[in-house]
T-cell receptor, first 112, second 109 residues
Framework: IAGITQAPTSQILAAGRRMTLRCTQDMRHNAMYWYRQDLGLGLRLIHYSNTAGTTGKGEVPDGYSVSRANTDDFPLTLASAVPSQTSVYFC???????????FGQGTRLTVV | QKEVEQNSGPLSVPEGAIASLNCTYSDRVSQSFFWYRQYSGKSPELIMSIYSNGDKEDGRFTAQLNKASQYVSLLIRDSQPSDSATYLCAVKVAGKSTFGDGTTLTVKP
């Protein structure tokens, strides 16, 4: 089934640990995004990539890094997790010419 | 000022009524505008996109864009309880989409 797959779906992580959230899409979209959504709030952009090999910083990039080695994969890494990174993380992709984004099912991350 | 602002709600309408959701944005060079619906505990899903001034209709949904006023709205006609969700407005500029905080809609039977 075409779409975006995120893993894991949920995780409890000790503060200070390193964690990589995985995101894979099979729609051959050029652009991919990582958002975080905190309770009762909208989506805030962490990092994005308009094409394989390039990445950019969004609204809240501190404490996160990304890579885009190929079209399909866009992992998000927390180098040293802190409790304020407790959130729901959504990966999305879009055909950059249109801009309509399609979202993965989300990863619920709790940092304790 | 936030880049994309929505009425925080919550908005409650009776079944069969018209629900009106509003959004304003600050960046005048914005070219693409989207409405997403998000059910509780789920991921956002696209319901409407609009790129030029005027109205765009899709079934019970109508998106309205006024670039001069930097305003985009979503009308839901004949609202159903299944429309109860949070509606997110998004504006795309320079390859990045910025989202509002969303408006929670409740449609009461």
């Amino acid at each position: 089934i075409a779409g975006i797959t995120q893993a894991p779906t949920s995780q409890i992580l000790a503060a200070g640990r390193r964690m990589t959230l995985r995101c894979t899409q099979d729609m051959r979209h050029n652009a991919m995004y990582w958002y975080r959504q905190d309770l009762g709030l909208g989506l805030r952009l962490i990092h994005y990539s308009n094409t394989a090999g390039t990445t950019g910083k969004g609204e809240v990039p501190d404490g996160y890094s990304v890579s885009r080695a190929n079209t399909d994969d866009f992992p998000l890494t927390l180098a040293s997790a802190v409790p304020s990174q407790t959130s729901v993380y959504f990966c999305a992709s879009s055909d950059s010419s249109r801009g309509e984004a399609f979202f993965g099912q989300g990863t619920r991350l709790t940092v304790v | 000022q936030k880049e994309v602002e929505q009425n925080s709600g919550p908005l409650s309408v009776p079944e069969g009524a018209i629900a009106s959701l509003n959004c304003t944005y600050s960046d005048r060079v914005s070219q693409s505008f989207f409405w997403y619906r998000q059910y509780s505990g789920k991921s956002p899903e696209l319901i409407m996109s609009i790129y030029s001034n005027g109205d765009k209709e899709d079934g019970r949904f109508t998106a309205q864009l006024n670039k001069a006023s930097q305003y985009v709205s979503l009308l839901i006609r004949d609202s159903q309880p299944s429309d109860s969700a949070t509606y997110l407005c998004a504006v795309k500029v320079a390859g990045k989409s910025t989202f509002g905080d969303g408006t929670t809609l409740t449609v009461k039977p």
